[in-house]
């Protein structure tokens, strides 16, 4: 009796889980199937379930400009990641073992006041600053911007990252004759290795991810990868004004490899650094 | 702590606060000052002309729908994925075959990028041809075209369900997972039942855990923007226009650049009533 009531409820249990991935999934499906069509099929009235050619996935790059867009893309979320980590590591180490007390704390709390910023909040004024330097339309104003909102993150990050290791390596260290930086440098700062690659991951993705702003500030030298599908999806885009969803299907497939391989990467790390180290996944 | 770490400590800080300054505060500052200047076209005039950008954007209906839009695709989407994702979080807890790699796979909607998010749901809530359209004809009823009537609010929440339930899940699996089993077994020596076991042990133990979900998910759903503009621009008539694309269009569509700043200064005073309770929980839940 209890095998049979076992197996009822293992039936269900397995049917329920794999008709939500099932619902989960399918709709990433769909992305592919829809830039493997062409805009009439798309909106046909017999329903196309799988992409009818492939031709798509190939022909997104000689689109005028996007082989351009995805470099600057790449341009703008690789250096942005760069000097946000570096300028995150020293603050990161002050306040894991330097700096205490109250003013430690304050500045802490500021830091999560500037994560639940808005980034459209300093959209007129970052404008009016970019525009004021001769920075509009410039890779360096995207860098600028995006080290602007993903530091704050980043600092906290990298500080429950370096909280949590011994401090007694580097005490120890210390007493072999290092400094107080030299001993961080040497021991802690390699431990963490793989709490600063995270942290450099989630820089890069928010980045690669980022619209807004690159909508506002780019006209020609400097659209991003997400300005030049925007284009594609709306039918603003430099070949025609009609909008190309199947287009844009392809490309967003392209645009999704890296942030989903980043993801399979950190795995293990990502609801611990989604959550700033408030759940330990 | 000796005098030469100290100074160090503060040595560390400055080219970040130095960088913070220049590109976040000083802008902050300046949109502040900018929300205090007359509402004009064009270029801002610089001269105080008090808080009448602030007093417009109470009175102003397309702000407060904004407001009201954006608020209710947070609040609606949250409580959808708070139930779904714990749905999934107890089925994924569950002893069966295939679970972490039904875990990995969840990871991909939400690592998906906003716009390409926005890219999917817009051809999937198609009127004739997509998904839905098919199951709802199959039962011989119409799927109406969703994106283009006042209901595109429900397609942006249906969206953001799908996007960040996933998210809700982990952090509810996670802590699900960190339930120490012999609190679970004695419970069930002393003959706690499948429901009241949940009721009176698990869930109690998983509302810290859901609590930083709640925060999290609110703090981030309040910024939308990509997807929906991505879906709508807005629209139909503002019917999904949130706060972000508000400021968006009165800035780059109108040019009035003092209106814009006070609006996403109220926006900001708003959130910070936010980020307090997300400094308290963050505190409560790293003790």
Partial sequence: M??????????????AMYTSLFLFLFPLFWLFRTGGLMMSEIFSLTTYWFPQRL?????????????????????ISAAATMFTVSLAIPVGFSLARLSTGKA????????????????????????????????????????????????????WLVYSFFKDLPIEV?????????????????LSLPMSITGLAVAAILVFIASWNELLYAMVLTQRNSVTATVAILDLVLGRGGGGAMPSWDQSSAAGIWFMIPTLLFALIMNKYLVRALTLGAVKG | MSRVSKRLGLLLLLPMIAFSFVFGMYPLIFSIFL????????????????????????????????????????????????????????LLNEKLRGTRLARIALLLPMMTPPIVVGIIWKTMLLPTTGPFAFVFRSFGMDWPNILGTSMSILAVILTDVWQNTPFVMLILLAGLQSIPPPIVEAAELDGAGRFPLFRHVTLPLLFPVMLVAIIFRLV????????????????????SEVISIFVQRTFVFQYEIAYASAASIIFMIMVFALAIVMIRVMRWSQR
Avoid at chain 1, 8 to 14: C, D, N
């Fill in chain 1, 2 to 15: 209890r095998s049979v009531v076992l197996t009822f409820k293992s039936v269900f249990l397995y049917s």
């Fill in chain 2, 220 to 239: 981030s759903a309040v910024k939308i923007f990509d997807t929906v503009y991505v879906l709508t621009q807005g629209g139909p008539s503002f019917a």
């Fill in chain 1, 170 to 186: 580097e005490e120890s260290g210390m007493i072999d004759g290092c400094s107080r930086l030299g001993a961080f440098m040497r």
């Fill in chain 2, 35 to 90: 929300s205090f200047t007359p509402r004009v076209f064009g270029p801002p005039e610089y001269w105080f002309a008090g808080p009448a950008n602030y007093v417009m954007a109470v009175g102003d209906d397309f702000f407060r729908n904004s407001v009201s839009v954006t608020f209710i695709i947070s609040f609606g989407a949250v409580c959808l994925e708070l139930l779904v994702g714990l749905a999934l979080a107890l």
């Fill in chain 1, 55 to 75: 031709t798509n996935y190939l022909t997104i790059w000689s689109l005028p400009g996007i082989q351009g867009a995805y470099l600057h893309s790449i341009i």
């Fill in chain 1, 104 to 155: 430690a704390a304050n500045f802490l709390d500021s830091l999560l006041v500037a994560i639940a910023l808005p980034p459209v909040v300093l959209l007129v004024p970052f404008y009016i600053l970019m525009s004021r330097l001769g920075l509009v339309d410039t890779l360096v104003a995207l860098i600028i911007m995006n080290m602007v909102f993903n530091l704050p993150f980043t600092v």
